[in-house]
Nanobody
Framework: VQLQASGGGLAQPGGSLTLSCAVT????????MGWYRQAPGQQRELVAR???????TYGDSVKGRFTVSGDIAKKLLYLHMNNLKPEDTAVYYC????????WGPGTQVTVSS
């Protein structure tokens, strides 16, 4: 199982960015997919979790600003990040869970004027 991540980069405060996450190398459906992020000197925190069934869970700090689209059944998700704030600056990690947890490569998101 491999996770391919893309997107990220530099945005101004109030701007938008989109990340993508695709699972390859598995013919099985994932139970969960989503993103965590980690800022320098801080613990990794949940950004969004998409279960195979049920509602998407968003981290408190991104609720109302970030949304997930795509299809977990197709193992392809997008994280739309709107109204970005400097505190959103972090490395974003895509994850997928099926029997074990898999991580994608980190994607740097920097929000700065």
């Amino acid at each position: 199982v491999q996770l391919q991540a893309s997107g990220g980069g530099l945005a101004q405060p109030g701007g938008s960015l989109t990340l993508s996450c695709a699972v390859t190398g598995s013919r099985f459906n994932m139970n969960d997919m989503g993103w965590y992020r980690q800022a320098p000197g801080q613990q990794r925190e949940l950004v969004a979790r998409v279960p195979r069934t049920g509602n998407i869970t968003y981290g408190d700090s991104v609720k109302g600003r970030f949304t997930v689209s795509g299809d977990i059944a197709k193992k392809l998700l997008y994280l739309h990040m709107n109204n970005l704030k400097p505190e959103d600056t972090a490395v974003y990690y895509c994850f997928a869970f099926k029997s074990q947890l898999h991580w994608g490569p980190g994607t740097q998101v920097t929000v700065s004027s």
